[in-house]
Structure formats: C-alpha cells, structure tokens
C-alpha cells in the first residue's frame, strides 16, 4: 500500500491537472459542420456558442435549416467531447494513472 502522503500528492497533481484542463477547455473552439460546410457552427469546449454559418442555399427551407443546424452543433459538441478524452489520456499517463482508470470528475 502507497504512503498517504503519496496519494496526497497525486490527488493534488490531478486536481492542479483538472483546473488547467477546464480552463483549456473553455477557449479551446470546436468546429462542427453539416451539408459539406453550408451550415458551420463553432462551441467552445464548454458548451458555448462562438459562432454560426450559414450558406444562403439552406436558407430556402426552415425545415432542413434546422436539421442541418442540429447536425453542426452535435459535430462540434462530438469533437469537443473527443478532445476532451483525449486529453484526459495524456494527463492520466502523465501523471502514471493506469489507463483505463475513471477520474470522478
């Protein structure tokens, strides 16, 4: 069994991780798209809107507008989500956490 003052350490190192990593996260912009780019809208990594596109194409029918505009959001929220993950694995390897090891954050 570790020393506590060990685990201590690590439970500092992962809370310090996390706070740089929300940080990170809130101004990283994620870009989702929807009909080949006709219809672009970027989300920071917290969920925030940052900006919408949309090509006067899709403009004609509301119906498919809206449809393509859920399309964009849910991509970007994806990419967002898969960053997010993938900087969880860095950290937790940095840090000599196994790999498959759930952070309750």
């Given at each position: 069994?570790?020393?506590i003052?060990?685990l201590?350490?690590?439970a ?16 990283q912009?994620?870009e ?16 925030n809107a ?48 196994p ?7």
């Amino acid at each position: 069994m570790r020393n506590i003052g060990e685990l201590m350490a690590k439970a500092h190192q992962v809370q310090s991780q996390m706070t740089i990593l929300q940080s990170k996260m809130a101004e990283q912009e994620f870009e989702g798209n929807a009909a080949g780019g006709a219809v672009t809208v970027v989300l920071t990594g917290k969920g925030n809107a940052v900006r919408v596109h949309v090509d006067k194409s899709v403009v004609d029918d509301v119906d498919t507008l809206q449809d393509l505009l859920v399309v964009a959001i849910n991509d970007s929220r994806e990419k967002s989500e898969n960053y997010l993950n993938s900087e969880m694995q860095k950290m937790q390897a940095s840090l000599g956490l196994p790999p498959n090891f759930k952070l309750p954050f």
